[in-house]
T-cell receptor, first 113, second 115 residues
Framework: AQSVAQPEDQVNVAEGNPLTVKCTYS??????LFWYVQYPNRGLQFLLK??????LVKGSYGFEAEFNKSQTSFHLKKPSALVSDSALYFC???????????FGTGTRLTVIP | DAGITQSPRYKITETGRQVTLMCHQT?????MFWYRQDLGHGLRLIYY???????DKGEVPDGYVVSRSKTENFPLTLESATRSQTSVYFC??????????????FGAGSRLTVL
């Protein structure tokens, strides 16, 4: 069975500081990993994904994520946070060969001016 | 406009009534999905469809019915609404290329309140 955990419901960071939003996963085989962002009253928007290859994945709006197989983690990072990055972030995982995409419970990021 | 649209955006209904949430996409994507979003649960898959006339259950299908007679439409029906079905419902689609690596595109959501 596949699952994903986001251990922090809320992350606060000062504008200009680096940010990290944590995600760990559990799958039987090789994972496809995703990050989505949700702004208020909007649907989820795709940020980035890991399929295979380089463990550091770069995505939209300056975000990146690092795949760590030994720790089964896929943390989202950004070197310098903006106030406009404040949103709800979801990590998601899909097993190879599966149709379902499983989402974590989400982490609310607040960037403080 | 091109994209994925959901209607209605907001709906209030009463327990026991039938409610249908509509989803329409203009990309001819093969896959379509319905999720519900609840605090503390994130997004949970209700039903999905790989093509017209092909549907399958997700994590939480009880109390819901779907159909897909046309590729572009994927309505979700609550046959007898219950208060536990108060939620925000998201429709999504993907083109199915690259199999598991394909990206979902989401609609703006439908907020349903069951009194």
């Amino acid at each position: 069975a596949q699952s994903v955990a986001q251990p922090e419901d809320q992350v606060n960071v000062a504008e200009g500081n680096p940010l990290t939003v944590k995600c760990t996963y559990s799958v039987s085989g090789n994972p496809y990993l995703f990050w989505y962002v949700q702004y208020p009253n909007r649907g989820l928007q795709f940020l980035l994904k890991y399929i295979t290859g380089d463990n550091l994945v770069k995505g939209s709006y300056g975000f990146e994520a690092e795949f760590n197989k030994s720790q089964t983690s896929f943390h989202l990072k950004k070197p310098s946070a903006l106030v406009s990055d404040s949103a709800l972030y979801f990590c998601a995982v899909r097993e190879t060969g599966a149709n379902n995409l499983f989402f974590g419970t989400g982490t609310r990021l607040t960037v403080i001016p | 406009d091109a994209g994925i649209t959901q209607s209605p955006r907001y709906k209030i209904t009463e327990t026991g009534r039938q409610v249908t949430l509509m989803c329409h996409q203009t990309w001819s994507h093969s896959y379509m999905f319905w999720y519900r979003q609840d605090l503390g649960h994130g997004l949970r898959l209700i039903y999905y469809s790989a093509a017209a006339d092909i549907t399958d259950k997700g994590e939480v299908p009880d109390g819901y019915v779907v159909s897909r007679s046309k590729t572009e439409n994927f309505p979700l029906t609550l046959e007898s609404a219950t208060r536990s079905q108060t939620s925000v419902y998201f429709c999504a689609s993907s083109d199915g290329r690259f199999s598991g690596a394909n990206v979902l595109t989401f609609g703006a959501g439908s907020r349903l309140t069951v009194l």
